[in-house]
T-cell receptor, first 114, second 116 residues
Framework: GAVVSQHPSRVICKSGTSVKIECRSL??????MFWYRQFPKQSLMLMAT?????????EQGVEKDKFLINHASLTLSTLTVTSAHPEDSSFYIC??????????FGDGTRLSIL | AQTVTQSQPEMSVQEAETVTLSCTYD???????LFWYKQPPSRQMILVIR??????QNATENRFSVNFQKAAKSFSLKISDSQLGDTAMYFC?????????????FGEGTQLTVNP
């Protein structure tokens, strides 16, 4: 069964809306989770590292005020796309793991901004 | 910084035949993992196989096996008896071994098509 759960799987909303995506580790505690973005036919691009109880670490070129990350517990990280615009439309996917487990991925969220 | 390179954007194979996907990586670290992930059209990321860098023995999972050449920094995936369900994008990935979990660095991916 799935060890990382991601919701929602699909979001369609109007430009200017803020969208929250949740990522949960189901049967292990993850002090670190990762958020990726993937465009069609391309590889996964790391956006940020979500650290439980502290600020997220963003990759170069990723706007931290645009993509808000909260990791309030050892099993939940959220990514909020604030004031989304059509160029934010993409596939967003999270992952979590430990030293002794490989990274497991959520099923991803297809975000479409109209 | 680590880099991962997959030099084959697309490959195809006939059903029941064997295919090998290439991957090379660059790192100055000694303690790491290598992975192959499969991403079918559903876009779910599925772990196919993993290799610990300190293990000399090549990992095997049923029809999937790797050829890990640490000195050459090469990590190829062999799929035997290819099946139609193997059609997917395959990503090679690198991860440092750290206590709190580490980021994955992905290659560009190889689109594999298994033909009937």
């Amino acid at each position: 069964g799935a060890v990382v759960s991601q919701h929602p799987s699909r979001v369609i909303c109007k430009s200017g809306t803020s969208v929250k995506i949740e990522c949960r580790s189901l049967d292990f505690q993850a002090t670190t989770m990762f958020w990726y973005r993937q465009f069609p036919k391309q590889s996964l691009m790391l956006m940020a590292t979500s650290n439980e109880g502290s600020k997220a670490t963003y990759e170069q070129g990723v706007e931290k005020d645009k993509f808000l990350i909260n990791h309030a517990s050892l099993t939940l990280s959220t990514l909020t796309v604030t004031s989304a615009h059509p160029e934010d439309s993409s596939f967003y996917i999270c992952s979590a793991g430990t030293e002794y487990q490989p990274q497991h991925f959520g099923d991803g969220t297809r975000l479409s901004i109209l | 910084a680590q880099t991962v390179t997959q030099s084959q954007p697309e490959m195809s194979v006939q059903e029941a035949e064997t295919v090998t996907l290439s991957c090379t990586y660059d790192t100055s670290e000694n303690n790491y993992y290598l992975f192959w992930y499969k991403q079918p059209p559903s876009r779910q990321m599925i772990l196919v196989i993993r290799q610990e860098a300190y293990k000399q023995q090549n990992a095997t999972e049923n029809r999937f096996s790797v050829n890990f050449q640490k000195a050459a920094k090469s990590f190829s995936l062999k799929i035997s008896d290819s099946q139609l369900g193997d059609t997917a994008m395959y990503f090679c990935a690198f991860m440092l071994r750290e206590t709190s979990g580490s980021r994955l660095t992905f290659g560009e991916g190889t689109q594999l098509t298994v033909n009937p």
